[in-house]
């Protein structure tokens, strides 16, 4: 069977951006496909991380994924740290990877900024470690959304240079799998800039642990532009903030945005944003519930990680042996 890889960050204000555009497709992939999902703890230290937020961000991914609707019997998840093979294959793609692959890297330098030479090394090697993360279980499709691409297509590459230089077969190339229209959610406060955990104003983003106090409040503060909605898709172009809100019903109802329009074309926002309130709600209320009751769960949350900790160190386990030995290196 076609085994996936995918890996979010556990970098905290998990919102309904990571919801629709990540976490949901995962749930729909476990049925077709053995899954790996991984809390990328090591890809977060990149940039500085207090550890109590790590540990606690930590436990609210996992608690998300479950809540989500992914099961951990049926899945290996897991935080990247449990599984030193990670590591260890990382430092190998370093030794393989070149620096002018690196350089064009478009994420390091837009995380960089200004200051470069400030960046952490481990920053500008991220995509190593993704590589590592993917090819230590040989996975052959990964979900990811559009800012990833570049990664992936780096970790292809890293795939190919190994398997040329060492006159071997061992990695796949791996596929990535985009799933439908892309759901891409944008903030409430600017339907032109991505929904974001690090956008300063809360009022832009709806949160996974947000009740349905704040989720209608949140929605009923929503930008929009003084027009009624349009009866047709076509009608969204230059309404970015209509657009957003549409989008994100579609998303909710599992429908079409066309669809979404047949029925609520015509209306006010003041009406349209009740309805979003309503399907909001019905939606992310029970996952949100569930995660606080997963929180207050520590103990149970850590023996799922340290259970996909193990199974994932048994699956990457042979392949790592096959690298050791076809690198070179000795191990009794
Ligand atoms: N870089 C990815 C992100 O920030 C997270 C990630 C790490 C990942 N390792 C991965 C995604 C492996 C897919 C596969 O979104």
Not at 158 to 165: L, P, R, T, V
Not at 235 to 247: H, M, T
Request: charged share 20%; glycine share 8%.
């Amino acid at each position: 069977m076609d085994r996936i890889f995918s890996g979010v960050q556990p970098s905290g204000n998990l919102h309904l951006g990571n919801y629709l555009g990540a976490i949901r497709n995962f749930v729909r992939l476990q049925d077709q496909y053995e899954c790996i999902y991984c809390v990328v703890d090591l890809h977060a230290i990149t940039v500085w991380q207090n550890p109590e937020d790590l540990r606690h961000n930590t436990r609210e991914l996992t608690a998300a994924f479950i809540a989500a609707g992914l099961d951990p019997s049926k899945n290996v998840i897991m935080n990247q740290s449990q599984n030193p093979h990670h590591a260890e294959l990382a430092w190998i793609f370093n030794c393989v990877a070149r620096l002018g692959w690196l350089n064009r890297m478009t994420q390091f330098k837009e995380k960089a900024g200004k200051n470069r030479e400030n960046a952490s090394v481990g920053l500008y090697a991220y995509p190593n470690l993704m590589a590592a993360d993917i090819l230590a279980y040989k996975a052959t499709h990964v979900p990811v959304g559009e800012d990833q691409k570049q990664h992936l297509e780096l970790c292809r590459d890293i795939a190919q240079k190994f398997n040329n230089d060492f006159g071997v077969d061992l990695f796949p190339i791996v596929e990535p799998l985009i799933l439908g229209p892309a759901t891409r959610v944008m903030s409430l406060r600017d339907g032109s800039s991505k929904m974001s955990k690090s956008d300063p104003s809360d009022n832009s983003r709806i949160n996974l642990t947000d009740g349905p106090d704040a989720i209608a409040q949140k929605i009923r503060r929503a930008r929009t532009d003084p027009e009624p909605l349009p009866s047709e898709a076509d009608g969204l172009d230059g309404r970015p903030e209509a657009a957003n809100l549409v989008g994100i019903y579609a998303a909710l109802a599992d429908g079409q945005v066309a669809t979404v329009l047949q029925e609520f074309g015509g209306s006010l926002f003041s009406e349209f944003k009740n309805a979003l309130t309503d399907i909001a709600v019905a939606k992310l209320g029970p996952i949100g519930e569930e995660m606080q009751r997963l929180m207050a769960e520590p103990a149970y949350i850590d023996s799922v990680l340290a259970d996909g900790g193990a199974r994932a160190r048994a699956l990457s386990e042979p392949v790592m042996a096959e690298v050791f030995d076809t690198v070179g290196l000795v191990r009794g």
